[in-house]
């Protein structure tokens, strides 16, 4: 279990919420199969290959999300729409008009959908309530964003909100880059991203490339900002910090990841280290980058 993309969640300092508590709600809402007309169902799943929907280590917390959705593509739909057709317009001497086709379509999407197959994917999270915060692996802000509603909908009033620093990491991610001094803990890897912040929104971008040199200090003094920059954190953790203070491509280096392999017995084991070291390991990179983004923002009542 390594997570390779984040969003990070500050918790509510009141969240009254136990992993008990938390395990009796989930337990509430399980992934059921779409069954009949469903295109789509979500519930809790076992995160850790058992029937556990919460498992605990460490005192941190990880659940998980399980999405099943019927495929249907629309090429399908269309053959069997496309035969019906020709058959309504051999009966009627016409051909349908619009309405006509697309009523057409929709009753032959309800007629094959129970034979649909059905895909499951997983979104997990990790509460880690030591130091407030919510970490949802994901790609993308829709299936975050969709874990987060289907969680307030589960344990009720669940308000968190997106980690927010004191500089932003566009200002952050530009004095570095210009300065060619990276923060205290961090170094600069070979992957850039630079957008003009006016109307063109023009966009450079370095992959594998060494980001040093007057290219480079050229574009930010033509006024463009970095948006994406490659990061490792003492040697341990590389990723990549964009502008909205998400962390993408994380990759966890050999010497963490080759720990759990050598003390561990089998594969439960592994897994309940790899846990462990993996949240031990972010809640400590996540502490130094926002300290180097000048601590959380403080919020004004």
């Not at 034979?115 to 407030?132: E, M």
């Not at 574009?219 to 003492?234: E, F, P, Q, S, Y």
């Not at 203070?245 to 897994?271: H, V």
């Amino acid at each position: 279990m390594w997570f390779k993309n984040i969003f990070i969640y500050r918790l509510p300092p009141d969240l009254a919420l136990t992993a008990a508590t938390l395990q009796e709600k989930l337990a509430l809402k399980p992934l059921l199969p779409c069954s009949g007309l469903d295109k789509q169902n979500r519930g809790w799943v076992s995160c850790c290959g058992d029937d556990r929907l919460v498992h605990i280590a460490n005192n941190q917390i990880l659940f998980a999300l399980g999405v099943e959705q019927k495929l249907l593509p629309a090429a399908i739909i269309n053959k069997f729409a496309k035969e019906r057709i020709t058959d309504i317009e051999a009966q009627q001497g016409y051909k349908p008009g619009r309405k006509q086709l697309k009523d057409i379509k929709l009753a032959v999407a309800d007629e094959l959908l129970p034979r649909a197959f059905a895909l499951q994917r997983t979104t997990y999270a990790w509460l880690d309530l030591v130091n407030g915060r919510l970490i949802i692996e994901a790609a993308s802000s829709a299936k975050a964003d969709e874990l987060l509603e289907h969680l307030g909908k589960t344990v009720g009033n669940f308000p968190v909100q997106l980690l927010q620093t004191e500089l932003s990491p566009v200002a952050a991610m530009t004095d570095w880059l210009a300065s060619e001094h990276a923060p205290v803990g961090f170094s600069i890897d070979r992957e850039l991203e630079l957008r003009s912040s006016d109307a063109s929104k023009a966009t450079v971008r370095y992959a594998n490339h060494a980001l040093e040199g007057k290219e480079i200090l050229a574009h930010i003094a033509a006024g463009k900002r970095v948006t994406r920059l490659g990061m490792t954190w003492n040697n341990r953790i590389s990723f990549v910090l964009n502008e909205h203070l998400q962390i993408k491509r994380i990759e966890f280096l050999d010497i963490i990841k080759e720990g759990s392999t050598k003390i561990a017995d089998n594969e439960d084991e592994i897994f309940e280290l790899d846990f462990i070291l993996m949240t031990g390991e972010l809640a400590k990179m996540l502490k130094d980058l926002t300290q180097v983004l000048g601590g959380e923002a403080v919020k004004v009542h």
